[in-house]
């Protein structure tokens, strides 16, 4: 198999360096002059800095070199996904795609598994996904992640070639709960970052989490997701994971709603578009979504932490 890695991210990179343990992996990233700094110095400086890229990893910013690839690791930003395969739908088509973003599209609602599949048909789709930091993955620390693909055959066979000593896939033919759980767990985890930043301690945390999970899982039954999925390691494990490190830049940006500090603008939080996403899905599905609808309101600055806190507080009393 020949693989490849679309998109020079700090979690496309990793998944590049994690790779090239199995052998030669591809690196495209759309930036030309990003791309030869890392062939020059063999390391992605701007995304994730002292991680070598060794010599198994070719870096290229060529999109027609990923023709000669059977499969392609798409680590593109889920808003800027759809773009993405529209414009490159006919190299791609033909080949095993496996999204490795997470988020819902704002304008059609799908999930990056469904984008996949609508845009390049041909192709074979899956969806890598589950708790993990790109820079455990790059250090080939153990990290168990969730591969869903709807053909069960397509999905053994990238499980097979695409996991390496440190990094455990377990196999899915549940992509909706797949895609539901990693775009999910972003905005449930600024709801965290903004609980502690605010200072409203670690049992504040613990009950949106809690909360939050209950909505992944009501919004996960309308849309047909398995619940085994949700409560596995692309939904409840990486929920765990972002909601609790602010090595999460889902978190981050809401410690920094909390602290009232100043968030980079170039640090993509998906999880603010998936809450913008989410608003317009519960409308469709008349969902109940409390924790989303907040961290929109937040992450917007239609309302203030305080008056976040007091508007889930207030919520009326009923059994869980």
């Not at 020949?2 to 199995?22: D, E």
């Not at 990233?29 to 400086?45: I, P, T, V, Y």
């Not at 600055?301 to 009923?318: C, F, I, Q, V």
Request: charged share 20%.
């Amino acid at each position: 198999m020949k693989i490849g890695v679309a998109g020079a991210g700090a979690f496309g990179t990793a998944l590049a360096v994690a790779l090239s343990s199995n052998g030669p992996v591809t690196l495209w990233a759309r930036d030309r002059d990003q791309s030869r700094d890392m062939q020059n110095h063999r390391e992605n400086r701007r995304r994730l800095p002292d991680v070598a890229l060794g010599p198994n990893i070719s870096i290229t910013s060529d999109i027609e070199s990923l023709s000669a690839l059977d499969t392609i690791l798409v680590a593109v930003p889920a808003q800027t996904l759809r773009g993405w395969l529209t414009e490159h739908r006919a190299l791609l088509g033909g080949k095993r795609l496996v999204s490795c973003s997470k988020g819902i599209d704002l304008e059609t609602l799908k999930g990056t598994g469904a984008q996949l599949a609508e845009l390049v048909p041909d192709a074979s789709a899956a969806v890598l996904t589950g708790p993990s930091f790109a820079v455990d993955i790059a250090r080939h620390l153990p990290t168990a992640l969730t591969l869903a693909c709807a053909d069960a055959d397509d999905g053994e066979y990238l499980q097979s070639c695409l996991s390496t000593p440190a990094l455990r896939l377990y196999r899915t033919t549940d992509v909706i709960g797949a895609e539901l759980g990693g775009a999910l767990k972003n905005v449930i985890a600024i709801a965290c970052g903004v609980c502690i930043g605010a200072g409203y301690g670690e049992s504040a945390r613990a009950a949106l989490m809690t909360r939050g999970f209950a909505e992944m899982r009501r919004l996960g039954d309308v849309l047909g997701a398995q619940p085994e999925t949700l409560a596995g390691l692309s939904g409840f494990g990486d929920l765990a994971l972002t909601c609790t490190s602010d090595k999460s830049r889902n978190y981050r940006f809401g410690l920094s709603i909390g602290r009232n500090e100043p968030f980079d603008p170039s640090t993509t939080v998906e999880g603010a578009a998936t809450a913008a996403a989410l608003i317009k899905l519960a409308r469709h599905h008349d969902l109940d979504l409390p924790i989303s609808t907040v961290v929109h309101a937040l992450a917007t600055k239609e309302m203030a932490p305080e008056t976040a806190l007091g508007a889930l507080l207030s919520r009326p009393l009923k059994e869980e």
